[in-house]
């Protein structure tokens, strides 16, 4: 398996895994009503807000712990260039989890048009937000698995 | 309906080339192994210039490297 192969299977697990922890820690301990039942727009907004420097760190650290321990094991370095396959697999990915969070997005709005509450909206845009980057890191795994 | 696949000789021309590994010929030409692999296995048409660049590390024209094929079907 390559380094690039590696690194994506690490990068959906590590979005999985923070964006599961960090919303079991927020819906437990920081919301006093059911979170379906929650139409405080502050509360949704700081959920989203603070998703994405938790995301970002937590990405950082996992990529650090990751390329220690594949340097421990396979004595492979990180490639220090990404050359066109790589920047083609990254547009593609990109492209698709584009697609899915707009598609959240509208879906989301339509929820609000119909008379769904607020809680709804935001529920179907971070699931979006979380299902889009789930699709990016799994179609970059496809495509350096079998080309395009 | 036609289908199109370009097809190469590199495993054949790095056999030739005191069995240059992967590695080499992806440093040679300024790509990852991984890209190397792909473009062996056909997974991935290169660009035209890493085309040139691959052609150049073998020191053999383009078209011993790459040849396009054209099959038709149905």
Redesign the interface.
């Known amino acids: 398996m390559s380094f690039q192969e590696k690194r994506s299977i690490v990068s959906l697990f590590s979005n999985l895994l923070i964006s599961i922890l960090y919303l079991i820690y927020i819906l437990k301990y920081h919301s006093t009503t059911n979170p379906l039942n929650n139409n405080d727009l502050a509360f949704w907004g700081g959920l989203i807000l603070l998703l994405v420097p938790v995301k970002v760190f937590g990405k950082v650290v996992i990529h650090i712990i990751f390329l220690i321990i594949n340097k421990i094991v396979t004595n492979e370095d990180e490639p220090n260039f990404s050359d066109e396959l790589d920047k083609l697999i990254e547009l593609k990915s990109l492209k698709i989890a584009f697609i899915i969070f707009m598609s959240g997005f509208v879906l989301s709005m339509a929820a609000i048009v119909v008379g769904y509450t607020a809680s709804t909206m935001f529920v179907l845009l971070i699931s979006s937000l979380i299902l889009s980057e789930v699709a990016g890191d799994l179609s970059q795994i496809y495509f350096y698995r079998k080309g395009f | 309906m036609s289908k199109e696949s370009i097809k190469n000789n590199i495993r054949t021309l790095r056999f030739f080339n005191n069995e240059m590994t992967q590695q080499q010929l992806a440093d040679k030409v300024?790509?990852?192994?991984?890209?190397i692999?792909?473009i062996e296995?056909?997974?991935?048409s290169?660009?035209l210039e890493?085309a040139f660049k691959i052609a150049i590390a073998f020191n053999k024209p383009l078209e011993e490297v790459f040849s396009y094929h054209q099959e038709k079907s149905g």
């Open positions: 300024g790509v990852t192994r991984q890209t692999v792909a296995k056909g997974n991935y290169p660009s890493l």
